[in-house]
């Protein structure tokens, strides 16, 4: 039995093409990491927390400080800065998403600041206060104040 072997040559644009097609089609977004603004420190980290936009000016008039706030408004979602492993001990209710490193997931643009702390140093929100504020909005129970069971 005798083997054949097809060799089919591609010239330069049919490659080009392809590679274009390929990329366009099976890459993913990069991650789009939140800008803090020039001049602040982030001596803490920095991680983020992402709610739907509609909660977003009732979150803010609850909290005691507020640092930055950058709007998805693709994702129609408002991102706020908190200090690296504000999720520990925390359950973020959904439909929060915490993201560490402050990494926007599947972002095609980075969201834009929308507010920055007066004077600010630090870019932070407090994550208790916040917390506290997304779980009034959701209507949840902090994680803290759940009946423990045996």
Do not use: K, N
């Amino acid at each position: 039995m005798s083997t054949v072997t097809v060799r089919r040559l591609l010239d330069l644009d049919t490659l080009v093409r392809l590679e274009r097609r390929r990329s366009a089609v099976a890459s993913p977004p990069a991650p789009t990491r939140l800008a803090v603004p020039a001049g602040m420190t982030q001596p803490l980290g920095c991680d983020a927390v992402s709610v739907p936009a509609r909660f977003g000016p009732r979150l803010m008039a609850r909290l005691p400080r507020v640092g930055c706030v950058y709007e998805d408004v693709e994702a129609a979602r408002w991102w706020w800065i908190v200090p690296a492993d504000s999720d520990v001990a925390l359950e973020w209710p959904s439909p929060a998403h915490y993201a560490a490193g402050a990494v926007v997931p599947g972002a095609r643009h980075a969201p834009s600041l929308i507010h920055s702390p007066s004077g600010g140093e630090v870019p932070y929100t407090p994550p208790i206060p916040l917390y506290l504020a997304w779980c009034s909005a959701t209507g949840t129970t902090p994680a803290w104040s759940r009946p423990v069971r045996a």
